[in-house]
C-alpha cells in the first residue's frame, strides 16, 4: 500500500476520491439544512417565527423532516408506467451532483478541470427537464402531464437564453475551464463587464430551476402539484432534494462565471474558499427572497419574456461584446 501511494497516479486518484466524497456528502448535508434556511426566510418575510420545535433553535427540523419522508407509505398509481416512474427522481438528483465535479471552489480544491466544464454544465442542465417530463408522462395523471409539458416547454424556452448569457464570459476569458475563467477574473469580476448577461443569467436560473416566479410546472392552483402529484415518500423527497441542489449548482456557476470565484481581497490563498461561500451564501438569500416576494407568473407572460424578451437581449449582448473585444484588439 505505501508503495501504491507513492506512485503520483494513485495520489491523483485518492485525492480525486477525496474530494468527489467530500463534495458528495457536505452538498447532500448543505442541502437539507438549505429548506430549513429557506423556512426561516419565508418566516421572517411574513411576519412569523419558522421552525422552531424540533431541537434547539429547530436546527433538527431537517432531521426529523427526512426521518418523516423515509417512513411514509409509497403509493404508486396503478396505470403508471412503473420503470420510468421510478427512474424519473434519480434524474433530477444525478444532474446537479455531476456538475459539481467541475465548479472549482478555492485555488486547489476542483475535483476535475475539465476544459469544456462550462459545456458539461449546459449539458447536465438540459438533462434536468427529463426528469420531470418523464416523471408527468409516466405518472398516467393529466395534471401531472400538464406539468410535464409546460417544464419541457419552459426549459427550452429559458435555455436558449441562459447559452447565449454565457458566450460574453467564454469570450473575455477565451476558455470553456470554470477554473480558467476564475482566473481571468483576477483583475476585476465579469459582472463589471458583463452585466446584462449576468442579470439574464440569473432570470433564467430561476427558470431553470423551476423556481417562483417561474414555478409553473407544479403550479398548485392550476394543477395541484404538477410533475409530482403522484409521488411519496422518498421519491417525492428526491425531487425536493433535486430542487435544492439545483439551486445550489447552478448559483455556483452564477458565481464562477460572473462574481469572481474564490477570488476576493484580504484573504490569504488558502482561505479564498471562503469568498466563494460567501458568495454563494447571497445568492442562495436572493433565490428565497424572490421566491416569497414576487407572484407566480402566467404562462403566457413566462413564454413573451423568454421568447420576446431575454433571447433578443442575450443576442445583443453577444454582439455588443464582440464589437468591443474587436475595438480592443484594433486599438
Do not use: C
Not at 469580476?189 to 442579470?199: D, E, G, M, S
Amino acid at each position: 500500500m505505501p508503495a501504491l501511494l507513492a506512485n503520483p497516479d494513485a495520489q491523483f486518484v485518492l485525492w480525486a476520491l477525496i474530494k468527489i466524497v467530500v463534495i458528495l456528502f457536505g452538498l447532500l448535508g448543505v442541502v437539507s439544512y438549505l429548506t430549513f434556511a429557506e423556512r426561516k426566510v419565508a418566516g421572517h418575510i411574513q411576519a412569523r417565527t419558522g421552525p422552531n420545535r424540533v431541537g434547539p433553535f429547530g436546527l433538527l427540523q431537517p432531521i426529523a423532516d427526512v426521518l418523516k419522508l423515509f417512513f411514509k407509505e409509497e403509493f404508486i398509481p396503478a396505470g403508471a408506467n412503473k420503470v420510468v416512474f421510478h427512474i424519473a427522481p434519480m434524474l433530477a438528483v444525478i444532474p446537479a451532483l455531476v456538475t459539481f465535479s467541475v465548479v472549482p471552489m478555492g485555488p486547489n480544491f476542483t475535483v476535475t478541470d475539465l476544459n469544456v466544464g462550462l459545456l458539461l454544465f449546459l449539458a447536465m442542465s438540459s438533462l434536468g427537464v427529463y426528469s420531470i417530463t418523464l416523471a408527468g408522462w409516466s405518472s398516467n395523471n393529466k395534471y401531472a402531464l400538464l406539468g410535464g409539458l409546460r417544464s419541457s416547454a419552459q426549459m427550452i424556452s429559458y435555455e436558449l437564453a441562459m447559452g447565449l448569457s454565457t458566450v460574453g464570459v467564454l469570450m473575455l476569458a477565451g476558455s470553456l475551464s470554470l477554473v480558467d475563467i476564475v482566473h481571468a477574473q483576477q483583475r476585476y469580476w465579469f459582472i463589471v463587464q458583463q452585466p446584462l448577461a449576468f442579470i439574464i443569467f440569473l432570470i433564467t436560473a430561476f427558470a431553470e430551476t423551476n423556481r417562483a416566479p417561474f414555478d409553473l410546472p407544479e403550479a398548485e392552483a392550476e394543477l395541484v402539484a404538477g410533475f409530482h402529484t403522484e409521488y411519496s415518500s422518498m421519491k417525492w423527497g428526491l425531487f425536493f432534494l433535486g430542487e435544492y441542489a439545483n439551486m445550489i449548482t447552478i448559483s455556483s456557476i452564477a458565481v464562477t462565471l460572473f462574481l469572481g470565484g474564490w477570488n476576493g481581497p484580504w484573504l490569504p490563498e488558502p482561505l479564498k474558499f471562503l469568498w466563494y461561500f460567501a458568495k454563494l451564501a447571497a445568492l442562495l438569500f436572493f433565490f428565497m427572497w424572490v421566491r416569497w416576494t414576487f407572484p407566480r407568473l402566467r404562462y403566457d407572460q413566462l413564454m413573451q419574456l423568454g421568447w420576446k424578451v431575454l433571447l433578443p437581449l442575450a443576442l445583443l449582448n453577444v454582439m455588443v461584446t464582440a464589437v468591443g473585444l474587436w475595438w480592443a484588439v484594433g486599438r
